[in-house]
């Protein structure tokens, strides 16, 4: 009778085990909210006080329909040193790559821009990654909302700008950039909250370069993030 309960046991101890989710191999570890935040300040110049002026000249109406909109219209991936990246080494890179070369650290590829290898640290978790397979290039102001507050109005050259400018363009965990979707800081905030300020610098700064409005509930979340500068 033992022996039957101790293997029972046992089967049922491996079962439990099967059921747990493995750890992504791809990360590596965590940093600290600060310095995970400190990524969103690559590719950017501006500043949160400036931000902050610049969030009070913004038009604020409710967004456009969504009507006709496909993010095909905006052409991403296109030629970095076409639309604002350094020459050197992004002039083999596509946008997507030449933000992925930005933000990581010790990152090779080949001579082509792809096949690229480093680790990258994530803004708005916190995680740290060494598979770029993981990293997604999360457009700053989502190409949906971009849409709905002025962009459809653009013409198809503005869009592949928007689409392409390495100020608009962020490298984040995929999930996390999923999660956020074509949602403003009233709907959707990084969970780490050390990223707040520079997001909200961030976000507002790329609105203010390209004449997009702001609705009254996503100016007053940006007002709230700039709480924590």
């Not at 000249?57 to 993010?71: E, N």
């Not at 390209?210 to 009254?216: D, M, R």
């Amino acid at each position: 009778m033992k022996r039957r309960t101790l293997i029972a046991f046992s089967l049922t101890t491996v079962l439990a085990a099967a059921t747990v989710t493995p750890a992504e191999a791809s990360q590596i570890g965590t940093v600290s909210g600060a310095t995970a935040a400190n990524q969103l300040k690559l590719g950017m110049s501006g500043t949160s006080t400036q931000a902050k002026s610049d969030l009070a000249t913004l038009t604020v109406k409710a967004q456009d329909p969504m009507t006709g909109y496909s993010r095909d219209l905006f052409p991403h991936w296109r030629d970095a040193s076409t639309w604002g990246w350094p020459v050197a080494p992004n002039d083999a890179c596509n946008a997507r790559n030449a933000a992925l070369y930005r933000d990581g650290q010790n990152v090779q590829m080949s001579s082509t821009c792809t096949n690229l290898t480093g680790t990258w640290i994530d803004p708005y978790g916190a995680g740290k990654y060494n598979a770029a397979s993981d990293i997604d290039i999360d457009h700053m102001v989502p190409l949906g909302n971009a849409w709905a507050t002025g962009a459809d109005n653009w013409t198809t050259t503005k869009r592949t700008q928007y689409a392409n400018d390495p100020l608009v363009l962020v490298s984040a965990k995929d999930t996390l950039n999923q999660s956020k979707g074509d949602k403003d800081p009233s709907v959707w905030k990084p969970p780490n909250t050390a990223a707040y300020c520079l997001y909200a610098t961030r976000w507002v700064l790329v609105k203010k370069k390209y004449n997009l409005w702001v609705t009254s509930a996503e100016k007053s979340a940006l007002n709230t993030m700039f709480g924590s500068c």
